[in-house]
């Protein structure tokens, strides 16, 4: 299980492409109240009150002064227009592997990943795992199979996306030698609850997925490749979050079904 490091006299330079979206702003604010971060944000509009680099993350050589002197990216910044094939080129592909380019140029150490539970929402098309989107719950055995952070299934051009994001990361890893960790992110909305009937099942916490993204950050840097799921405690949840627990220890402390 990881545990976070020390931060003795020192700050972790942290950069966070998309800091101007909801878990951006998020976890901004979660690491400035516990301190030891040192934070500076990628973004096409101005982020008040940080260092920041305002650029197109499509456009290599306009993010590269970005990544000088970083110790960790955490890169949320993503096109969610599931069927525009032509944002999600620019953004999620070629972006995604600009930001994983310009961290190995600067000699980044850790590329933390925003995947997506759309990586496997493919699933959702078949039982059991339909009938908990759709709240058949009569019809889910009392006994079923979670989805691993192993397999992938998408549904969607922006859940191939993201798959895309954690291969082209795994492929630095293994040739840089650079640390990568990649969070299946779950339904985090600004209203803080599930909005819908799907959500019971997805549902992710402003403050677990701050928690999840943290432990990232602070896992020894010798975790060098992995994937992790990330939803709240959800009773109806269908993902497998044993693996976070284990490698990260990620415990969520919210859960869904306090709004059931």
């Keep these: 299980?990881?545990?976070?490091?020390?931060?003795?006299?020192?700050?972790?330079?942290?950069?966070?492409?998309?800091?101007?979206?909801?878990?951006?702003?998020?976890?901004?604010?979660?690491?400035?109240?516990?301190?030891g971060y040192q934070l500076s944000a990628l973004n096409r509009s101005?982020?008040?009150?940080?260092?920041?680099?305002?650029?197109?993350?499509?456009?290599?050589?306009?993010?590269?002064?970005?990544?000088?002197?970083?110790?960790?990216?955490?890169?949320?910044?993503?096109?969610?227009?599931?069927?525009?094939?032509?944002?999600?080129?620019?953004?999620?592909?070629?972006?995604?592997?600009?930001?994983?380019?310009?961290?190995?140029?600067?000699?980044?150490?850790?590329v933390v990943?925003?995947?997506?539970?759309?990586?496997?929402s493919g699933y959702e098309k078949e039982d059991p795992y339909n009938a908990i989107v759709t709240g058949r719950y009569d019809d889910v055995p009392e006994s079923f199979p979670r989805i691993s952070h192993q397999v992938f299934r998408p549904d969607q051009i922006y859940g191939a996306t993201k798959i895309w994001g954690e291969a082209i990361g795994r492929v630095y890893s293994d040739e840089f030698d650079m640390s990568v960790l990649c969070v299946r992110i779950g339904s985090v909305s600004l209203e803080n609850r599930p909005r819908n009937t799907r959500e019971y099942s997805a549902y992710l916490s402003?403050?677990?997925?701050?928690?999840?993204?943290?432990?990232?950050?602070?896992?020894?840097?010798?975790?060098?490749?992995d994937v992790f799921f990330a939803t709240s405690d959800n009773k109806w949840s269908y993902r497998d979050l044993t693996h976070a627990y284990e490698i990260l220890g990620y415990r969520p402390v919210d859960s869904a079904d306090h709004f059931s």
């Design 206 to 225: 402003k403050d677990d997925v701050c928690q999840i993204l943290r432990q990232c950050i602070d896992a020894p840097i010798e975790l060098k490749y």
């Design 46 to 110: 101005r982020v008040e009150g940080i260092k920041c680099t305002q650029a197109d993350i499509g456009d290599i050589d306009a993010i590269l002064p970005a990544f000088e002197c970083i110790d960790i990216v955490v890169h949320l910044a993503a096109n969610l227009e599931v069927r525009n094939w032509e944002e999600q080129l620019h953004s999620n592909i070629v972006g995604t592997y600009n930001v994983y380019e310009a961290s190995r140029r600067a000699g980044v150490k850790r």
């Design 1 to 35: 299980m990881a545990t976070a490091k020390p931060r003795g006299g020192f700050l972790t330079k942290v950069l966070i492409t998309g800091m101007s979206g909801l878990i951006g702003g998020l976890l901004r604010d979660h690491l400035e109240n516990l301190g």
């Design 113 to 120: 990943y925003a995947s997506s539970g759309s990586t496997i």
